[in-house]
């Protein structure tokens, strides 16, 4: 039963709720078609009642003009368990959440990270995808495992000071562990686990993730155990040796923390950005001219440098507008990560009672009609003002918005940028003739990722 004035919703089943929606695929491909019930609407994951929210006005008052009302995240979910209710992004709103994704922001600002800058280690990485290239040029390679690759090896870079070969035992197990993690936590079991509290304790597939969490946590543990036999108090290498350096004069920190910390980042920062490159390279290569007109620009702007700094993005609207349009097409987290209500609140006029779920429909404000020159189809345009200057819309927040945004922004941008202008300044990207039309559907999870495609390299002359 829906509480008075909460939000409308489709008919619901008793205990079961809207059975349908337990399928994460089926909820990402419907909550557009439920917004026929308004820009704010419920639906019930058994038991539990869940707010969407849609389109960047309901959205806006949510997450920015409301913030620490809907900045909480609910604490009885699948993931809450696995992770044993530690780290910052399942962390509710409180002083934890809040001194660990402060130390996070200011350490990822390059202010805690040793001699080595931020920019560096992005450019030590891409310089391995840039052999990885190489040694396949006049050929037909499958970039997934490149990107993904790429993509861990630059967190691990920050937290840990260290990268792994692709063959190395070690990242092997993490991948394997984090892909069976989120196969899970984004399946049927999860769901079910979330919607239908009596069955937790029974020996059901979902029991499998609590082991695989503890495969990667044994391995940061030991991380984090080299990391204190070898490291000098004062002068930190890593993200693991700024936290050691806090671990005493910050009340709520401790080794358990440090773990979990280490836990969150890793996977929040891989799986979005390779998905980011991913889709970016596959629409880069089906519409040539941009890209030619990405070349056009970091040939200009780049002349006789050695190679591309953050800074020179200034210089690059063309570029700038490019990243932000592929940003805003991948939709890399659909439904961003689950909100929840901190306190009794109104959300367009409706009633939401404190401790509601909330999610996001990111694609109901990255496409909405109003918002955008060309809300449907892949156009840096959307980024550009009648002077070619590089403008950003309102509406532009694959980050999310609020308290609770992105904490990985600055790195994510960097990357993202660091990594396309070096790849497009050395190399052409072409769909093999034989590759057939291209399917830029996506495949669904939590985090949204292009089918597996080929990918043609060419290299460049140089300019
Ligand atoms: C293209 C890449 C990325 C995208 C599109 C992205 C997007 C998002 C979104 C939509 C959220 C949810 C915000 C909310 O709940 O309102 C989020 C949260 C978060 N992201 Fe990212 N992210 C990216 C990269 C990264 C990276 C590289 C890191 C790690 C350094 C990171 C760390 C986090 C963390 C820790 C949170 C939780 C913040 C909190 O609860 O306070 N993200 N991200």
Request: aromatic letters at 10%; hydrophobic letters at 40%.
């Given at each position: 039963q829906r509480p008075k004035n909460f939000p409308p919703g489709p008919p619901t089943l008793p205990i079961l709720g809207n059975l349908l929606y337990l399928n994460l695929k089926f909820l990402i491909c419907i909550s557009l078609h439920l917004i026929s019930y308004g820009n704010v609407y419920s639906i019930f994951f058994g038991l539990k009642p869940v707010v969407m929210i849609n389109g960047f006005q309901a959205m806006r008052e949510a997450m920015i003009v409301k913030a620490v009302d809907f900045a909480g995240r609910p604490q009885d979910m699948f993931m809450n368990d696995v992770i044993q209710r530690k780290g910052v992004i399942m962390a509710d709103y409180g002083s934890v959440w809040r001194d660990h994704r402060r130390f996070a922001l200011m350490t990822l600002r390059n202010f805690g990270l040793g001699k080595k800058s931020m920019e560096e280690r992005i450019h030590e990485e891409v310089e391995c995808t840039i052999e990885t290239l190489e040694k396949n040029i006049g050929k037909t390679l499958c970039p997934q495992f490149m990107f993904h690759n790429a993509a861990s090896n630059i967190i691990c870079r920050v937290l840990f000071g260290t990268r792994y070969e692709y063959?190395?035992?070690?990242?092997?197990?993490?991948?394997?562990?984090?892909?069976?993690?989120?196969?899970?936590?984004?399946?049927?079991?999860?769901?079910?686990?979330?919607?239908?509290?009596?069955?937790?304790?029974?020996?059901?597939?979902?029991?499998?993730?609590?082991?695989?969490i503890e495969v990667f946590l044994s391995i940061a543990v030991g991380l984090v155990n080299e990391h204190k036999k070898t490291r000098v108090p004062g002068e930190p290498r890593d993200f693991v040796d700024c936290y050691l350096d806090e671990l005493d004069k910050v009340n709520c920190f401790s080794d358990k923390q440090l773990v979990r910390h280490t836990f969150d980042l890793y996977i929040a920062g891989t799986d979005t950005t390779s998905n980011t490159l991913l889709t970016g390279f596959l629409y880069l290569m089906n519409y040539p001219q941009?890209?030619?007109?990405?070349?056009?620009?970091?040939?200009?702007?780049?002349?006789?440098?050695?190679?591309?700094?953050?800074?020179?993005?200034?210089?690059?609207?063309?570029?700038?507008?490019?990243?932000?349009e592929i940003q805003r097409i991948a939709n890399t987290l659909p439904l961003g990560v689950l909100h929840s209500t901190t306190r009794d609140t109104e959300l367009m006029g409706y009633f939401i009672p404190k401790g509601t779920t909330i999610v996001q429909n990111m694609i109901s404000v990255l496409s909405e009609e109003g918002q955008w020159k060309f809300p449907h189809e892949f156009n840096p345009e959307n980024f550009l003002n009648e002077q070619g200057k590089f403008v950003k819309p309102v509406a532009s927040i694959p980050f999310s918005a609020g308290p609770r945004m992105c904490l990985g922004e600055g790195l994510a941008r960097m990357e993202l940028f660091l990594f396309i202008v070096t790849l497009l300044r050395k190399f052409n990207f072409i769909w093999p003739e034989d590759a057939g039309e291209p399917d830029f559907t996506p495949l669904y999870g939590i985090t949204l990722t292009p089918k597996p495609y080929p990918m043609k390299i060419q290299l460049r002359q140089k300019q």
């Open positions: 063959e190395d035992e070690i990242i092997q197990t993490i991948v394997k562990c984090f892909t069976d993690l989120t196969r899970m936590a984004n399946g049927m079991w999860a769901m079910l686990y979330n919607s239908l509290p009596f069955i937790r304790p029974l020996p059901l597939p979902f029991r499998k993730a609590f082991k695989d941009i890209q030619e007109r990405c070349q056009q620009e970091i040939d200009q702007v780049l002349k006789g440098k050695e190679r591309v700094s953050f800074d020179d993005r200034h210089n690059m609207p063309y570029m700038q507008a490019v990243i932000h």
